[in-house]
């Protein structure tokens, strides 16, 4: 039972191989709006469910987008963007003026290989000194680091995609260029309650307040891709810690995401440094670690995962993370730390959680105990949903009203899959007022 889990991008490489992925060690599919019409994200959604009942889907929302539309040559000292169909020069899809770009701030064009710092802003238009001048075709992405953004944050194809997603079955719901709390919000407005929400972490703007949102979050990424370009490259291991230390202080799930086996795109084994960033990965905290392009369009997706794997199931033996969780939570962390502590007391074979609604299970995660969590529940969309927390692997089974016939369901259920055996010990931790109460006991139970 490895404790980190693996989040697997579908697209032209994987689509009809979620079985496969889940084979090798896969927890969560994604699947990335950007690339997709929102009736192909309703299809992509009923597809890796029909291809898999226990993995939890994450369907990735596009965002906003500001793009270059036309090419670029930044190699005199000054260049002026203007909005499309507002005039000559390079054209960008956006209005400056109105997403709140002033002088002084930079604009990062093609991953940041060209640097722009705006002179003059009027609407339509920004006036911009060639900072670090070069070239880049149409269709690359501008970044803007140092403005506070004003954008529409989900366009109508956006809405209709959380509709279509929500509508098809997908356990998570992905935010993009999340800036404020406001902005989950917004979101949560459109998700009934056991549809999760993950703010992707990919401006500056959103580190500076991150708690805030991690507290209207179910979870968060750390974004590297966009968030490597609007930060120093230098500070971005800081920030990817950061984020993660937040995650596991608010108790959210969180994800490590972007390049973290890039080379097995077209390679066959990871590199050495792909190797380490994943390990830290583990050591930073992260609930997951995701693979993009590497099994969307990467030559061996199924080989990529057990790569992946391997470097998990290493990492998790050597380094156990220790979470303030329980310490920044004491009241609603109580019952499941100190089940945490009983487990690691006696090196019990496993944690047995018997939950109703995943809530049990999630706490538990939260509190990073040493022994894996079994997760017992009689509803499969909790059972998929908390795929993705650290160090629990869920099982169905009945939850009859009675303590003792509920616990021996658990109990049959996990021997089942395989997850515990006859002379084991285990903690047992669920709720003797009723199926849907807050845990409130705990068991030393003997299989």
């Known amino acids: 039972m490895r404790r980190t889990k693996i989040v697997a991008t579908l697209g032209p490489a994987s ?60 190699t005199g000292s000054e260049v002026t963007l203007v909005e499309r169909g507002h005039g000559d020069g390079p054209a960008v899809g956006f209005d ?38 070069g070239t880049a075709q149409g269709r690359r992405g501008v970044n803007l680091p140092d ?14 995609d959380i509709a279509i997603a929500v509508a098809n079955g997908a356990d998570w ?34 580190l500076e307040v991150l708690d805030a949102i991690c507290a209207v979050s179910d979870g968060i990424m750390a974004a590297r891709g966009d968030l490597g ?48 960033d994943v390990t830290n990965a583990v050591r930073d905290g992260f609930d997951c670690v995701m693979l993009s392009a590497e099994t969307a369009i990467g030559h061996d997706p199924i080989g990529t995962v057990q790569a992946m794997a391997a470097i998990l199931t290493e990492a998790d033996s050597v380094d156990r993370v220790r979470s303030p969780f329980a ?19 006696l090196k019990s074979r496993a944690i047995l959680a018997v939950t109703f609604t995943g809530h049990n299970a999630e706490l538990l995660s939260a509190c990073r105990p040493p022994a894996p969590i079994i997760a017992a529940t009689s509803d499969p969309r909790v059972a998929t949903r908390i795929m993705a927390r650290y160090g629990v692997t869920p099982v169905l089974a009945d939850r009859p009203v009675s303590t003792d016939a509920a616990i021996e369901s658990a109990v049959i259920a996990a021997k089942q899959a395989g997850l515990c055996h006859d002379g084991d010990e285990l903690v047992v931790s669920l709720s003797r007022t009723s199926p849907r109460s807050d845990t409130d006991t705990i068991y030393v139970y003997r299989t």
């Open 15 to 74: 689509q009809n191989r979620v079985a496969e992925l889940e084979a090798a060690g896969v927890s969560v599919v994604r699947i990335n709006c950007s690339h997709l019409s929102t009736a192909e994200v309703g299809a992509a959604v009923r597809s890796a469910r029909e291809q898999s009942d226990r993995l939890a889907i994450l369907v990735d929302i596009q965002g906003p987008k500001l793009r270059l539309i036309d090419g670029i040559d930044a």
């Open 229 to 276: 370009v609007e930060i120093p490259f230098a500070r971005l291991p800081v920030a990817q810690r950061t984020i993660a230390q937040a995650a596991l202080t608010s108790g959210v799930v969180s994800i490590c995401a972007t390049e973290m086996l890039e080379s097995m795109i077209t390679g066959t084994r990871p590199t050495r440094a792909e190797v380490s």
């Open 173 to 206: 719901i992905a935010l993009s260029f999340v800036q404020r709390p406001e902005d989950v919000q917004e979101a949560r407005k459109m998700v009934p309650a056991d549809v999760r929400l993950l703010s992707k972490i990919e401006r500056p703007q959103a």
């Open 147 to 160: 403005t506070d953004v004003k954008v529409q944050m989900y366009s109508e194809k956006d809405r209709a």
């Open 96 to 133: 400056p003026h109105a997403v709140g770009v002033k002088p002084g701030e930079r604009i990062l064009v093609n991953d940041g290989r060209i640097t722009l710092r705006a002179i003059e802003v009027a609407p339509h238009r920004v006036r911009a000194e060639v900072v670090n001048g």
């Open 327 to 345: 310490d920044s939570h004491p009241d609603t962390a109580a019952v499941a730390a100190a089940t945490a502590a009983l487990a690691a007391r």
